[in-house]
């Protein structure tokens, strides 16, 4: 089975359904797509990509469908070699054994690392590079474009002219599959921040490449082809995003709470705000989905940590959420800080040291200690950090759509 996404323009590609988790991380309940795409041109027909190995079969027939009984494909384009996209390559070049193979030259030095028989296919292998261009016949013509760390360093993506389409790899990529009605960016970002936003600095630099193109489609290998007025406003979530700016108003609350107390010291400072007419969107770390968070986090101005002190440091959800923040490159928000002991509270003090190792992170004061559960003799507190947070969140750039 195959969609035309134009008359030389096939979708070829699988929906994985049975997945529980991406990159065996992220939970994906809507599951997600490897997306495949064959290109022909009057003399020479393309493939992009192919699938994970467990769905090689059923892609294969995809494709000899989309090709009918009269074509073979003639090349195999590799904009990424992650397995998910690379896992059918072998049964692929065994298939079609008159096909090339065309790769940036990082991704054909690291064929032999994923394939043992790449060896065989040495006399195949076409080397792209940033600015090759190839010819398909009838009008129809690709120029590549290298985008190393998104989010891979082999990675590159494809410009076809005539269809003003770009292959643009994972770049605006999204979990779910087909008959999944939902908005595009909040997956996109949970997507975007958990998969591709270390690498907001190499994203700025593909959409600068790509702002000399006129792009009426971006077909990405994960997620719905994107076309007509969803392309202008895909293209300004990424750059919002990968310049680690924000693009929801509001304060995001992450709580880790053992008894409750610290919990209830969260939906007080919710209440503070609401007060003040911030949005408020709250997430208990002991129980959510870890990857949503870290999305939140990057999408709002400012963020709200409550948690208490266990065995001389933090609750084990905080220090787990702030620990992917990091590694994500979480960096340019305004922060408070709750912190709760019964005895010798420590909480603030490591949640701190691990905000500390992230760039441009403002934590506003006061910080509240409140010891076992709130008391009054932190009234005066609670509305000072409400304060500061909300002139954080008056204070952030405007916000895009």
Not at 10 to 37: H, R
Not at 50 to 77: C, E, H, I, K
Request: hydrophobic share 45%.
């Amino acid at each position: 089975m195959y969609t035309c996404i134009t008359p030389r323009i096939k979708a070829v590609g699988v929906s994985d359904t049975d997945i529980d988790l991406f990159e065996s991380q992220y939970e994906v309940p809507n599951g997600i797509t490897y997306n495949s795409y064959l290109l022909q041109g009057d003399d020479l027909a393309v493939v992009f990509d192919t699938v994970d190995a467990v769905f090689a079969d059923q892609w294969l027939d995809n494709l000899a469908d989309a090709l009918g009984s009269s074509r073979q494909p003639d090349m195999l384009v590799v904009l990424h070699l992650e397995p998910d996209h690379s896992g059918s390559i072998a049964c692929l070049m065994e298939r079609y054994p008159s096909m090339k193979l065309a790769a940036s030259a990082k991704a054909l030095a690291m064929l032999p690392q994923f394939f043992a028989d790449a060896s065989q296919w040495d006399g195949r292998l076409v080397k792209l590079g940033e600015g090759s261009s190839l010819k398909l016949g009838g009008g129809v013509e690709l120029t590549f474009l290298s985008a190393p760390m998104v989010h891979w360093p082999e990675v590159l993506v494809a410009y076809e002219h005539s269809e003003a389409t770009l292959f643009g790899a994972d770049a605006f990529g999204t979990f779910g599959t087909p008959g999944h009605s939902q908005p595009w960016d909040p997956e996109a970002a949970r997507y975007y921040f958990n998969i591709v936003g270390k690498f907001g600095q190499q994203v700025q630099a593909l959409l600068k490449k790509a702002s000399s193109l006129d792009i009426k489609r971006i077909c990405s290998l994960h997620g719905p082809v994107l076309e007509g007025d969803e392309v202008a406003r895909a293209v300004r979530f990424y750059d919002r995003w990968s310049s680690y700016q924000p693009d929801l108003s509001g304060v995001f609350i992450p709580y880790a709470s053992v008894y409750g107390n610290t919990a209830a010291a969260a939906v007080t400072m919710a209440q503070l705000l609401e007060q003040r007419g911030v949005n408020v969107v709250m997430m208990d770390l002991a129980r959510c989905d870890m990857s949503e968070a870290v999305s939140l986090a990057f999408r709002y101005p400012a963020m709200l940590l409550a948690a208490p002190t266990y065995d001389c440091s933090v609750f084990p959800p905080m220090a787990t959420f702030l620990h992917h923040l990091s590694i994500k490159g979480f960096r340019n928000r305004t922060v408070g800080i709750i912190e709760n002991g019964s005895w010798a509270p420590v909480a603030a003090r490591t949640m701190q040291k691990m905000l500390d190792e992230m760039k441009d992170i403002k934590v506003v004061q006061p910080v509240v200690t409140i010891r076992t559960r709130l008391a009054e003799d932190n009234d005066a507190d609670m509305q000072l950090l409400a304060d500061a947070l909300t002139s954080a969140v008056v204070a952030a750039l405007p916000l895009t759509d």
